[in-house]
């Protein structure tokens, strides 16, 4: 497998579509029931590429393999500097480290934006995300027990956070990095 990681393209969208499409259908990390189509996978590509936030593929040779983007964490002007991730692996490419090196590659991405805390928001207590996620020093600080109703059961949602640069150790602008 030679794996390369770099910015999504409109193009992408079928792939990422398809990705999702499965993790939608067949798991529990998405609270989605219903895949989004292709356009408003295109949709989304476009709303967080126009906001210059961070949107990456992971492909081998050709083949779009995963993606993970980062979008402010909430709308409000205060959340201007913390973010949410979301990443998906194609389903039978999971456990071959295409997740670490997204999201390695997604901090990074973030942390030029000027974004100072990223947040995983995994639901269903996703193991391999939390995982993935502690691999790359978030630390878990929060469960919402009971927060999504999907595959027949009850879900929590486990909240996860790593801060970015200089975190919250001075004001932003002032690092250099934002």
Not at 25 to 34: M, R, S
Not at 57 to 70: L, P
Not at 86 to 92: E, G, L
Not at 114 to 130: D, H, L, N, Y
Request: hydrophobic share 45%.
């Amino acid at each position: 497998m030679t794996l390369t990681v770099r910015p999504v393209m409109t193009d992408d969208a079928d792939a990422i579509a398809a990705i999702y499409a499965h993790h939608v259908l067949h798991g529990t990390a998405t609270y989605e029931i219903v895949p989004p189509t292709v356009a408003e996978t295109t949709a989304k590509i476009m709303a967080v590429t126009g906001r210059h936030w961070p949107f990456l593929v992971a492909c081998d040779g050709a083949d779009v393999v995963g993606y993970a983007y980062a979008t402010q964490f909430r709308d409000r002007p205060a959340y201007a500097y913390a973010c949410e991730n979301s990443i998906y692996v194609a389903n039978d490419r999971r456990g071959h480290g295409i997740g670490r090196r997204l999201l390695d590659a997604l901090l990074v991405a973030a942390q030029a934006h000027g974004f100072r805390q990223m947040v995983a928001v995994i639901g269903g207590g996703e193991p391999a995300s939390v995982a993935l996620h502690g691999a790359c020093g978030f630390e878990q600080v929060g469960r919402l027990t009971g927060m999504g109703w999907k595959a027949g059961r009850w879900l929590d949602t486990i909240y996860m956070q790593v801060a970015l640069g200089d975190g919250t150790a001075s004001a932003p602008g002032l690092s250099g990095t934002d």
